[in-house]
């Protein structure tokens, strides 16, 4: 690894673009910087080389003074009526900035999963409008939208959605293999054991309990380190301390690689170790809490629920 040198090479404006580390799975460096900037605008070392990016790189781009984290997903006033007429989502404005960590709660039903689907491009909301990687993605076509996604955002979903007929490790690799990518098999075999699923490879899904699933989903999402990751109760079917395992690698993601999670949960516990909860009530939003702690948040919700 690099020693530190010339520590504000990083133009400020790199804030407001995207800078995510990557690692390249290789004992000699953190990762690589993919960023919209010019590459002159880059420090000349990473553009020879960018396996020579330390962590204190990214740290440094992230915590550049003056310019305020951009939002990464922007909803505006949207609004989802699902068929039958349910009104799910009833004009919701509320962006994700970049390198945060936001849990979404609220009672069943108040409109949670709908909000990640609109807001993860998986869903179109019926009106308003929602911006992901700075993309106004209502305006994009299906197989646009799809790469989009594809390059920008991990999900996991509260029913999990693995392929039944392919393996552990197939289930892992699949998006990017999809997205054309050439799989980080190192990567996903690390995450794979910090999930504690080191061994199960070759398992079937059918063959695995619901928290085990889960935890296959969450490798799944992570696996491409993308820049947003959104889970629908990641942990809902974990035990404590994997569900506390699953919570520290989300944490780590958004501290070290500058990610952004957006998380869904019922559980006051989980909420904590996020920097902000959104509340959810009727499809609209009924509080936003900065610097959460578990006894707030279950305050709050039992105000909500009653
Ligand atoms: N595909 C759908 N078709 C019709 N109605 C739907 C559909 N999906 C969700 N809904 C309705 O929209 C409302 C919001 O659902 P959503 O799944 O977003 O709630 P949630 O907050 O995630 O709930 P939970 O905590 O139970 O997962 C509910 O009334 C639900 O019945
Ligand atoms: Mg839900």
């Given at each position: ?240 301390s994997t569900g506390r395992e699953v919570l520290g690698l989300l944490r780590r993601f958004v501290d070290e690689l500058g ?48």
């Amino acid at each position: 690894m690099v020693a530190q040198q010339e520590p504000r090479l990083v133009d400020h404006t790199a804030v407001h673009t995207r800078a995510v580390a990557f690692s390249c799975g290789q004992s000699c460096c953190v990762g690589h910087v993919w960023t919209a900037l010019p590459r002159r605008s880059l420090p000349a070392r990473w553009v020879r080389d960018p396996h020579q990016l330390s962590i204190s790189d990214m740290v440094l781009v992230r915590n550049s003074q003056d310019a305020p984290p951009r939002d990464v997903v922007e909803v505006v006033g949207v609004t989802k009526v699902h068929p039958g007429g349910v009104r799910a989502l009833d004009g919701v404005t509320v962006g994700f900035g970049q390198g945060s960590f936001t849990a979404v709660m609220g009672p069943s039903g108040s409109g949670k999963s709908t909000l990640l689907h609109c807001a993860a491009g998986l869903d179109r909301p019926t009106s308003g409008q929602v911006v992901l990687a700075g993309q106004d993605i209502g305006a994009l076509r299906e197989p646009k939208l799809t790469a989009v996604r594809r390059a920008h955002v991990g999900f996991v979903f509260q029913s999990f959605n693995l392929v039944d007929s392919l393996s552990v490790w197939d289930n892992v690799l699949l998006p990017q293999q999809l997205a054309g990518a050439r799989p980080d098999r190192s990567w996903a075999k690390e995450l794979l054991a910090r999930v504690g699923l080191a061994g199960r490879e070759k398992a079937r899904p059918g063959e695995l309990s619901g928290g085990q699933q889960q935890r296959v989903a969450l490798a799944r999402a992570l696996a491409g380190r993308p820049e947003v990751i959104f889970g629908d109760e990641p942990t809902g079917a974990l035990d404590l301390s994997t569900g506390r395992e699953v919570l520290g690698l989300l944490r780590r993601f958004v501290d070290e690689l500058g990610a952004t999670v957006v998380m869904v949960t019922h559980d006051p516990a989980a909420a904590g170790w996020a920097d902000r909860v959104v509340f959810l009530a009727d499809g609209r939003i009924a509080d936003d809490m900065a610097a959460p702690t578990a006894e707030k948040v279950a305050t709050r919700m039992m105000e909500l629920t009653r």
